[in-house]
């Protein structure tokens, strides 16, 4: 019903910047709060940041004032801006979707994509 694919990721030298999109093919957008999360080797899945489908955003601490979450409803894809990447930063990222307005939890989400890998260096 819903699918969601992400592009974008790819690898940068700490400071820089990079720019995912994940886009809906299954029409399902309308009225979604759409989110991303990310899982590093060995670490759980973390939430990154999510937003509503009237454009309120909300992020996790750790990128809060680094990363933008934005979304194009017209498109149907959800973006995701990071700048001042740090190695920590290093993981493979998600985007789901939720019927909740406003929600962190992983099993609050019930559409994912297949990640993207995103890798920082020093």
């Known amino acids: 019903q819903v699918q969601l694919v992400e592009s974008g990721g790819g690898s940068v030298q700490a400071g820089g910047s990079l720019r995912l999109s994940c886009a809906d093919s299954?029409?399902?957008?309308?009225?979604?709060?759409m989110g991303w999360f990310r899982q590093a080797p060995g670490k759980e899945r973390e939430f990154v940041a999510a937003i509503s489908w009237r454009l309120t955003p909300y992020y996790a601490n750790s990128v809060q004032g680094r990363f933008t979450i934005s979304r194009d409803n017209a498109k149907n894809t959800v973006y995701l801006e990071m700048n001042s990447l740090k190695p920590d930063d290093t993981a493979v990222y998600y985007c789901?979707?939720?019927?909740?307005?406003?929600?962190?939890?992983?099993?609050?989400?019930?559409?994912w994509g297949q990640g993207t890998q995103v890798t920082v260096s020093s």
């Open positions: 299954g029409r399902t957008f309308v009225g979604y709060t």
């Open positions: 789901a979707s939720t019927t909740k307005l406003i929600t962190r939890e992983r099993t609050d989400f019930g559409s």
